[in-house]
């Protein structure tokens, strides 16, 4: 593995959730108004996901007041907290960019349902509870290890 390898493999985040692109997402991220940080969240939809690894990114739309806003979140960056899915959409597409020219309910992806989808959620729920509850072992056992030395 070379050094560029090993230091993504550092800086990447353990748990990605299964992301595609229709999917109307929250992404939690983290805003500094003055010398405060808080998460603010933007839900929205999944018109594209780009790039692979390390530097992946996923632009995410949504309609405030009748204007589209869309914003590309990276996907390992600090400042994302949290992507949590709301609604598994069923795209043909990779690209979702015909969702610029439309307005109020046309913007609606065909929802994901069905045996497979439940099954998938009750996975990714699954997931999700066991990074938690690993990441929790894990921030319980450190201050033993420093408390130690």
């Avoid at 230091?7 to 353990?14: L, Q």
């Avoid at 949290?82 to 929802?111: C, F, I, N, P």
């Amino acid at each position: 593995m070379n050094v560029i390898d090993q230091i993504e493999a550092e800086e990447a985040k353990k748990f990605l959730p299964t992301v595609h692109v229709g999917d109307t997402v929250e992404v939690h991220y983290l805003i500094r108004e003055g010398d405060k940080e808080r998460v603010q969240l933007f839900i929205g939809t999944i018109i594209a996901m780009s790039g692979r690894g390390i530097s992946r990114t996923m632009t995410v739309r949504r309609l405030v007041q009748g204007e589209g806003v869309e914003r590309i979140f990276p996907i390992h960056s600090p400042r994302v907290k949290d992507v949590v899915v709301t609604r598994r959409g069923r795209a043909r597409q990779s690209k979702l960019y015909y969702m610029r020219d439309r307005v109020g309910k046309s913007t609606r992806v065909r929802e994901f349902v069905g045996d497979k989808a439940r099954k998938e959620r009750d996975s990714e729920r699954e997931r999700r509870d066991a990074f938690a509850a690993a990441s929790e072992a894990e921030a319980n056992a450190a201050p033993e290890a420093t408390e130690e030395a």
